[in-house]
C-alpha cells in the first residue's frame, strides 16, 4: 500500500511552484509574458506620519520585490480614525465591498475587525501580540484561513526581566509598563506572577494607553528600582515621549525596541524581523500570484538584539556589568 | 520553370548541408545537455550539502570548544559556563537554546533567548523537551516550533572521560531553509531538503515545508534509497511526470542522514538542444532565402530576354504590330528578338497597304453614294417639274373634253368626243401610275395604319365599279363584311381599286366580283373575274412593270402593264401575301390579307350618292379662279361659262383684293392652284382667304406629288383636288356650295 503521493504526481503544491519561483527568482519562462494584469492591494491604517511612513516603506518594498513590476498594482492607503471595532469593522465592510485583491491588516486589532466582515479575501496583518492568543488565528499553522502575515510576538519578557535584574542586582521593585492590550492577553497575569516569584521582585504595574497617562510613571517612579517596558500603546504612538518621561525619573529601563536605546534609553531587548515591509511585499506577491493565504506560513521574528547605552548608564550612575557588555550586540 | 528548376537545385544543396550539420549539433547539443546536467547538478547538490554540513559541524564544534574548557578544574563555575553558552548565542544566531546535562542526566544549565536561564535550578516555565543523552553527536528528528519554524536538536557528550556531562543544542534550521530556498539551477531548476525519511525539511514552496510532506514514496528518492555508499547521492535521474518530466540529483548529509536534492524541468535541460534546432532551422530558412535569390537573379539573367521574345511575340500576335523585342543579349536570343522585329515590320507594311486600298475604296464608294442621292434628287426634281408641267396641258384638254361633253353634240361628233375623253382617261391613268411608281421606289409612300370600317374603305369602290360593270354589259357582285379593320385605308383601296380596275379591263363576258370575309383574326379580300386568265408560266411575272398578259399588241384599251407593279408594291408596304389563282379562259382571283381591329364594331358604310352632272343650281354661282397658265385658264373659263357659273380670274392675292373691292363681297367658291410661279404659293393664298371667308369654299387644286406638300395642303383645312380635276367632281363640289347658298338665303346669280 502506497503510505504517500508520489512526488511530482499528485503532489498538490506543484501548481504552486511556478509562482513561488516567479517570485524567488522572476525568470520563470512564462511568468512575465503576459501584459501586467490589474490588482488592488488595500492598506488601511491611521493617517498619521508614522502611518504614511510605513506605507510608503510598504510601497517602496513591494517595488524592490518585483510585485509592482509584475502587475499593474493599485495599493492605496485607506485611513482609520478611530480605535472603536465597530468603525473599524464598517470601514472594512466598505473596503471588502469594492473588491480589493489584497488587504493589508498592520495591527492585530485591525486584523481581527478585518477577518470578521470577509473569509474570502485575503488579509496581510501585523500583530505585536500572538495571533492565536490574541483570537486571531486558531493555530499559527491553521490551514483554512484567509490570514497571512507576521507577528513581532516571541515570549521574550522573561529574557527582558533577567537581563535587567542582571543589570541592576539591587532592584527589588519593577515598574512595568502596560497598556490594556497586554493586561488583556492570557499570558499576562501568569507572567507576572511567575516572573515574580522566579527573580524575587515585585511588580508595579503602570498602564499607560494614551499621553496622558504617562503622569503615572511619573507618580509611580518613587516607589519603583527599576523600569521594564512591555510592546504597548505608549511604545507604538509616543516613544520619544515615553523615553523622556522614563529617563526623567533616573532609574534604569529596559525598552523592548532596539529605538528606544537609539533615543537614549537605557538597554534594549528585542526579537527583531529584519525588514517586516519586505516580508509584508513578500506575502502580498505570493497572494496575488495565486497562492491560497493558509499556504504561506506566519513569520516570527529569528534574530534577538541586545543593546546597551553606556551613557543612560553612566547617567543613572549604574557600573555595566562586562559580562552583560560582552553579551550585547551593540553598545552606544 | 528555369527558376523552379534552379531553386530545386539550390534547395536541394541547402537541405543536404543543412540536415547532417543540425542534425550533429543538435546530437551534441543532446550529449552536452544530458553529460552536463549530471555535472552541474551534482556540483549544486555537493555545495549545498557541503554548506549545509559545514553550518552543523561548525556549531557542533563551537559546542565542543566551550566544552573542552577545563570545567573540572574547579577554577570555572556553571555561571561561567553560562556566559560561555551565551556567547555561543551571540556568535551563532541559529542556536535557539543550550542544555547542559551532567553524568546522572540531571539539567544542570539551561540557556535561551527568549526564557529565563537557569543555573543548577529545577525547570521553570515551559523549556522544550530534550532528546535523551547521548555519547556522541546525535542528530534529533526535525521538529517545527509552533508548526512554523523548523529546529533539530543536536546532542554531543562532552567527553570520553567519566562523568563527563551531555550538552544539547537547539538549532534554528529557518537559516538552512533560507539558504535552501536561495538556491538557483538554471532558471527553473529548486533544490531541497529533506529529513532521512524523506520528509521535506526545507523548500522554496514553504506550504511543502510545513505540511511535512514525503517524498519517501517518489522516484528519486527510491533510488537515492537504493544506492551504495560509493554512490554517494543520485546523478541526474529523469523523473516523468505529467507536467514534462525532470532531473533530479542528491547527496546524502553526514551525519544527519537528511538528503539535499536538486532538480531541473527537462526542457530546460535541453533548451540548448532546442536553440540548436532553431538555429538550425533559422539557419536553414535563411539558405533557402539565398537559394531563391540567387535562383531569382539567374533566372531573371537567363530567362528573361527569351521572355522579352515570347511576350513580343504575343503582342504581334494579338496585332500590336508597332510592337518591338528590345533585346541585347548578343547572342541567338538576341538575334530571334531581331528576326521577329523584322517580321512585325513586313506584316505592318502589308497591314498598312491594305487599309490605305480599303480607304480608297471607301472613298470611292461614298462619292458613288453621293452621286447617286444627287440624281435621286434629280429624279424627284424631274417628276415634280413633270406633275406640274405636264398635268397642265393634259388638264386643260380634260376640262374642254368635259364641257363639250354638256353640249348637245351630233352622234358622230358625241362619240368621238367619248373616245376622247377614253383616251384622256387612259393617259391620266398612265400618268397617275407612272407618278405612283416612282413614289414608292423613292420611298416617299409611308404607311398610315389606323382603325376603320371596311365597309367606308371598299364601298365608294363597290358603287363605282358596279356602275363600271354595269356599263361594260358584266354583272356584278360583291360581299363586304361588316367589320373594321386595322390597315391603311388609302392604301387597301388602291390595291383593291386597281385589281377592280385590271378584273373590269380584261373581262369581256361574265362578270368581276369584290369579297371581303373574315378569316380567323383577319379579313381576306378576294377580287374574282371571268376574264382571260394567266397561264400559269406568266403568274410569276403577272406583278412585274408593263407587262401585259395576253396583249403582245399592247393595245391601250387594255392598260399599260403598270396596274398589277402598284398593287405589289402596296401589297409589300402592307405585309400582305398576294395569292392568285387563274385558269386560262376561265377567269382570276386575285386576294390578299389585312387584320382585324379587335373589340371595334364596324357599322356598314353608305353609298357615297352619284348624282349625273346637271347644269341645275349652279346658275349665278359666283368663283373666282387663282391660276396663272392662260390654257387651263381658257379652258375653265369655257367649262364655267357653260355650266352659267360666274366666273372671275386672279393670278395674285392683291388682285383678289381687288375683286373684293369691286364686288363689295366674297365669292361663292375660290378654286386656287398650288403651283403660282415664284412669288407666292396657291397654299399662301388659300391660308389668307381663310381669314376671310369659310374654308369649306375654298379649294385647291394641285399637281404636285410631294408628299410634304400634299401634307402641308392637307393641313389647312381646305379641299384639295389633285389635277387633272375631273369635270364632274368639280360640279359636284360646286353644286354643294350652292345648295348651302340657297339655303344659307344667299342669292345664286
Not at chain 1, 246 to 259: F, G, S
Not at chain 1, 268 to 279: G, L
Not at chain 2, 458 to 479: D, H, I, N, Q, R
Not at chain 2, 680 to 698: H, N, Q, T, V, Y
Request: aromatic share 8%; proline share 5%.
Amino acid at each position: 500500500m502506497k503510505a504517500r503521493p508520489q512526488f511530482g504526481h499528485s503532489f498538490r503544491s506543484a501548481l504552486l511552484l511556478p509562482a513561488v519561483l516567479c517570485l524567488l527568482g522572476g525568470g520563470v519562462t512564462g511568468c512575465d509574458a503576459d501584459a501586467p494584469v490589474a490588482k488592488r492591494v488595500v492598506y488601511v491604517n491611521f493617517g498619521h506620519d508614522r502611518a504614511k511612513a510605513a506605507f510608503a516603506k510598504l510601497r517602496k518594498a513591494l517595488e524592490e520585490e518585483g510585485v509592482t513590476r509584475r502587475y499593474s498594482l493599485s495599493v492605496e492607503h485607506v485611513t482609520l480614525d478611530s480605535f472603536d471595532p465597530q468603525e473599524v469593522r464598517t470601514l472594512f465592510s466598505h473596503q471588502v465591498a469594492s473588491h480589493p485583491d489584497v488587504l493589508v491588516a498592520p495591527s492585530s486589532f485591525m486584523a481581527i475587525e478585518a477577518r470578521a466582515v470577509t473569509r474570502e479575501v485575503p488579509i496581510i496583518f501585523a500583530s505585536r501580540p500572538d495571533p492565536v492568543d490574541a483570537g486571531l488565528m486558531r493555530s499559527l499553522d491553521e490551514r483554512d484561513t484567509n490570514l497571512a502575515g507576521l507577528t513581532l510576538y516571541l515570549p521574550v519578557d522573561w529574557k527582558r526581566l533577567e537581563l535587567l535584574r542582571e543589570s541592576v542586582p539591587a532592584a527589588r521593585r519593577v515598574g512595568i509598563v502596560v497598556d490594556h492590550y497586554w493586561l488583556g492577553e492570557s499570558v499576562a497575569q501568569r507572567y507576572l506572577a511567575e516572573s515574580a516569584a522566579a527573580f524575587g521582585i515585585r511588580w508595579v504595574v503602570v498602564e499607560v494607553n494614551e499621553q496622558r497617562d504617562l503622569g503615572k510613571i511619573t507618580a509611580a517612579a518613587p516607589g519603583v528600582d527599576a523600569w521594564l517596558v512591555t510592546k504597548t500603546i505608549a511604545a507604538g504612538e509616543f516613544p520619544e515621549r515615553l523615553v523622556k518621561v522614563l529617563e526623567a525619573t533616573r532609574k534604569p529601563a529596559l525598552y523592548p525596541e532596539t529605538r528606544f536605546a537609539e533615543m537614549g534609553g537605557y538597554m534594549s531587548y528585542d526579537a527583531v524581523i529584519d525588514d517586516p515591509f519586505r516580508v509584508f511585499a513578500r506575502q502580498i506577491g505570493l497572494v496575488l500570484a495565486g497562492v491560497p493565504p493558509a499556504r504561506i506560513p506566519v513569520v516570527r521574528p529569528k534574530r534577538f538584539e541586545l543593546v546597551v547605552n553606556t551613557a543612560a548608564a553612566r547617567g543613572f550612575g549604574v557600573k555595566l556589568d562586562r559580562h552583560l557588555i560582552a553579551r550585547a550586540d551593540r553598545v552606544l | 520553370m528555369i527558376f523552379r528548376r534552379y531553386f530545386g537545385w539550390f534547395a536541394l544543396v541547402t537541405a543536404a548541408l543543412w540536415v547532417p550539420a543540425t542534425a550533429v549539433e543538435v546530437w551534441m547539443a543532446y550529449r552536452d545537455g544530458v553529460s552536463s546536467i549530471g555535472a552541474v547538478q551534482s556540483a549544486e547538490a555537493k555545495a549545498a550539502r557541503r554548506l549545509i554540513e559545514d553550518h552543523l559541524h561548525g556549531i557542533e564544534r563551537q559546542v565542543r570548544d566551550v566544552s573542552s574548557l577545563p570545567w573540572r578544574s574547579g577554577a570555572l563555575t556553571e555561571e561561567d559556563r553560562r556566559r560561555e553558552f551565551q556567547r555561543l548565542l551571540k556568535v551563532v544566531p541559529a542556536i535557539h537554546e543550550i542544555h547542559r546535562w551532567d553524568a546522572e542526566g540531571r539539567e544542570t544549565l539551561y540557556v535561551s533567548r527568549v526564557w529565563k536561564d537557569r543555573v543548577n535550578e529545577p525547570a521553570a516555565g515551559s523549556p522544550p523537551p530534550m532528546l535523551p543523552v547521548g555519547t556522541a553527536s546525535t542528530y534529533g528528528d526535525v521538529s517545527f516550533r509552533d508548526g512554523l519554524e523548523p529546529f533539530v536538536s543536536i546532542v554531543l557528550g562532552e567527553s570520553d572521560a567519566p562523568g563527563a556531562g551531555t550538552v544539547g543544542v537547539l538549532v534554528d534550521l529557518k537559516f538552512v531553509a533560507d539558504y535552501i530556498a536561495s538556491l538557483r539551477v538554471g532558471k527553473q531548476g529548486v533544490a531541497y531538503l529533506t529529513d532521512r525519511a524523506g520528509t521535506i525539511i526545507a523548500h522554496p514552496d514553504t506550504d511543502l515545508m510545513l505540511r511535512r510532506q514525503s517524498i519517501a514514496e517518489a522516484p528519486q528518492f527510491q533510488a537515492l534509497s537504493g544506492a551504495t555508499e560509493q554512490d554517494d547521492g543520485l546523478r541526474a535521474l529523469y523523473v516523468a511526470s505529467t507536467k514534462g518530466g525532470r532531473y533530479v540529483s542528491a547527496r546524502n548529509l553526514e551525519p544527519t542522514g537528511w538528503h539535499v536534492f536538486v532538480e531541473q524541468p527537462s526542457a530546460e535541460v535541453f533548451e540548448p538542444v532546442r536553440e540548436a534546432l532553431m538555429r538550425g532551422v533559422a539557419i536553414f530558412v535563411l539558405g533557402l532565402l539565398v537559394a531563391f535569390g540567387a535562383s531569382l537573379w539567374i533566372a531573371r539573367r537567363l530567362a528573361g530576354p527569351i521572355l522579352d521574345v515570347k511576350r513580343g511575340a504575343e503582342r504581334i500576335a494579338h496585332g500590336d504590330l508597332a510592337a518591338r523585342i528590345d533585346v541585347k543579349t548578343g547572342d541567338e536570343v538576341q538575334a530571334l528578338a531581331e528576326e521577329f522585329n523584322r517580321m512585325a515590320a513586313q506584316l505592318q507594311d502589308y497591314t498598312f497597304g491594305l487599309e490605305r486600298k480599303v480607304l480608297e475604296k471607301t472613298v470611292e464608294l461614298q462619292n458613288a453614294l453621293k452621286l447617286a442621292h444627287e440624281a435621286m434628287k434629280a429624279r424627284a426634281l424631274f417628276v415634280a417639274a413633270a406633275s406640274h408641267d405636264l398635268r397642265q396641258p393634259l388638264y386643260a384638254i380634260s376640262i374642254l373634253a368635259d364641257t363639250m361633253a354638256l353640249e348637245n353634240l351630233p352622234p358622230g361628233s358625241a362619240a368621238a368626243l367619248t373616245k376622247q375623253r377614253e383616251a384622256i382617261g387612259i393617259l391620266q391613268t398612265l400618268f397617275d401610275n407612272l407618278l405612283d411608281l416612282s413614289r414608292f421606289d423613292a420611298g416617299e409612300v409611308r404607311l398610315n395604319v389606323r382603325v376603320n370600317s371596311l365597309h367606308e374603305v371598299l364601298m365608294p369602290l363597290v358603287s363605282e365599279y358596279e356602275f363600271l360593270c354595269s356599263a361594260k354589259g358584266l354583272a356584278w357582285g360583291s360581299e363586304i363584311a361588316e367589320v373594321a379593320v386595322r390597315s391603311d385605308p388609302e392604301l387597301v383601296r388602291r390595291l383593291v381599286g386597281n385589281l377592280l380596275s385590271n378584273a373590269v379591263r380584261y373581262t369581256r363576258q361574265g362578270g368581276v366580283g369584290l369579297r371581303a370575309r373574315v378569316e380567323g383574326a383577319e379579313v381576306e379580300i378576294v377580287v374574282s373575274d371571268s376574264g382571260v386568265g394567266i397561264a400559269p408560266e406568266d403568274q410569276a411575272r403577272v406583278f412585274d412593270e408593263f407587262v401585259q398578259v395576253g396583249n403582245p399588241e399592247r393595245n391601250r384599251d387594255e392598260g399599260v402593264g403598270l396596274g398589277l407593279s402598284i398593287v405589289r408594291r402596296i401589297a409589300e408596304l402592307l405585309g400582305a401575301r398576294l395569292t392568285l389563282e387563274s385558269t386560262v379562259g376561265k377567269g382570276t382571283q386575285i386576294g390578299f390579307r389585312i387584320p382585324l381591329a379587335e373589340g371595334v364594331a364596324a357599322g356598314p358604310a353608305a353609298a357615297p350618292e352619284r348624282e349625273p352632272p346637271s347644269r341645275a343650281r349652279l346658275w349665278g354661282l359666283r368663283v373666282w379662279i387663282v391660276e396663272d397658265d392662260r390654257v387651263v385658264r381658257g379652258a375653265l373659263a369655257l367649262q364655267l361659262a357653260t355650266l352659267g357659273v360666274r366666273h372671275a380670274f386672279a393670278t395674285r392675292r392683291h388682285e383678289l383684293e381687288a375683286l373684293h373691292h369691286r364686288d363689295g363681297a366674297w365669292p361663292d367658291a375660290v378654286v386656287v392652284d398650288d403651283m403660282l410661279g415664284p412669288h407666292e404659293s396657291g397654299l399662301d393664298i388659300a391660308l389668307w382667304l381663310r381669314a376671310c371667308m369659310e374654308p369649306e369654299r375654298i379649294v385647291v387644286v394641285t399637281g404636285n406629288s410631294d408628299p410634304h406638300r400634299l401634307r402641308a395642303l392637307d393641313g389647312t383645312g381646305v379641299r384639295v383636288l389633285r389635277k387633272p380635276v375631273a369635270a364632274g367632281d368639280l360640279v359636284l363640289w360646286f353644286r354643294t356650295l350652292g345648295a348651302r347658298s340657297s339655303q344659307a338665303g344667299v342669292p345664286a346669280g
